[in-house]
Structure formats: structure tokens, C-alpha cells
């Protein structure tokens, strides 16, 4: 009975090292980076600015099997310290533009309609991956975020929204552009 609690104590202590090999993957484009045994070929195609944020058309080409998956690649400066700064990057898979558009849309009718007088709100849009964007109306205060990820969140004038879609819309042609298509 003794030697059988032993093992059953190294068995469940041995759990969290099986569990650390299966990694998720939250994008497409994720998920073709994370294949084993394949021969990848990135490419990154510059196509526009918002704020501080660089956007690129990221194509992944399996050589093996010649499939192309595409992604809009946002990558933005941040600063937490003197030790901790520099560049920070994520995507959107190339499915997720037009919803993202939409998001926007959306975003930029509900921004004239939300009084000023509303203690609070915000609107938050969210990729599959890590980035989201959106706004909050807090008293007189109205102020646009774009989250890269968890290190880089940039700040703007709600006013910019506009500025934003277009960025989506330029990304998204730049697929079409470039041979790829958006499903």
C-alpha cells in the first residue's frame, strides 16, 4: 500500500512536465509556426502606420505542401523599465480583418451616441490572438487603446478611429494585392 501512494504521488507530481509540451496555438498563423517537421518560409510586407504601431502583411508558405496562410502583423516600441523595453509584435489572422472592420464601424456610431454623462464605458474588440483595440467614454474623457500584446498598449484621440479602419482596410487590400485571399 505504501509503495502504491509513493507511486501515485510521482505520478501526479510528474502532470505539470507532461502538460508543458502542448503548446496552443490561438491563430492560424500561430498554428503554422507550432508544425513539426515542416519547412516554413516567412515573408513580412510593410503596407502602413497607425500611431506608433507598424503594420506588415506576414505570409507563412509551407514548402512542403506550397499552402499560404496570411496574417496582418502589428508590431509597436514599448517601455516597462530600463531593463525591460524595445519591440513588441502580434497578428491578426487574415479571416479576422472584416470583423475588425466591422468592430470599428460599430465603434465609431456608438462613440457619437455615448453621452458624456455615462460614468463609464468601453468597447473592446479581441483577435483570436493576443491584440485587441477600442475605446472608453469615462465623464468627459474619451480615449482610443490599441493592445499589442501584453507589454505594448498605445494610447489615441477616439477622434482617430477613422484612422484605424483605414489601417484595417489598407492591411487587407495589401492580402488581396499580394496573391491572398481572405475567407
Not at 502542448?22 to 503596407?47: C, M
Request: net charge neutral; glycine share 8%; hydrophobic share 40%.
Amino acid at each position: 500500500m505504501k509503495k502504491l501512494s509513493i507511486l501515485c504521488f510521482a505520478f501526479v507530481l510528474s502532470l505539470p512536465l507532461f502538460s508543458q509540451d502542448a503548446k496552443i496555438a490561438a491563430t492560424q498563423f500561430d498554428q503554422v509556426l507550432l508544425q513539426k517537421g515542416s519547412l516554413i518560409v516567412k515573408e513580412f510586407v510593410p503596407f502602413g502606420k497607425f500611431n506608433k504601431i507598424e503594420g506588415e502583411i506576414a505570409v507563412l508558405t509551407n514548402i512542403s505542401t506550397g499552402s499560404k496562410t496570411y496574417a496582418l502583423r502589428i508590431t509597436s516600441p514599448y517601455y516597462k523599465s530600463q531593463y525591460d523595453n524595445g519591440e513588441t509584435s502580434s497578428v491578426f489572422d487574415a479571416k479576422e480583418l472584416e470583423s475588425a472592420i466591422n468592430a470599428i464601424d460599430f465603434m465609431i456610431s456608438k462613440n457619437k451616441e455615448i453621452a458624456s454623462t455615462a460614468p463609464y464605458t468601453e468597447m473592446i474588440y479581441r483577435g483570436s490572438g493576443e491584440p485587441e483595440f477600442g475605446f472608453y467614454v469615462s465623464g468627459s474623457e474619451r480615449k482610443g487603446f490599441f493592445k499589442v500584446d501584453y507589454k505594448a498598449t498605445v494610447y489615441f484621440d477616439v477622434s482617430n478611429l477613422e484612422m484605424l479602419k483605414q489601417f484595417f482596410i489598407t492591411g487587407k487590400n495589401k492580402i488581396a494585392e499580394i496573391g491572398g485571399k481572405i475567407e
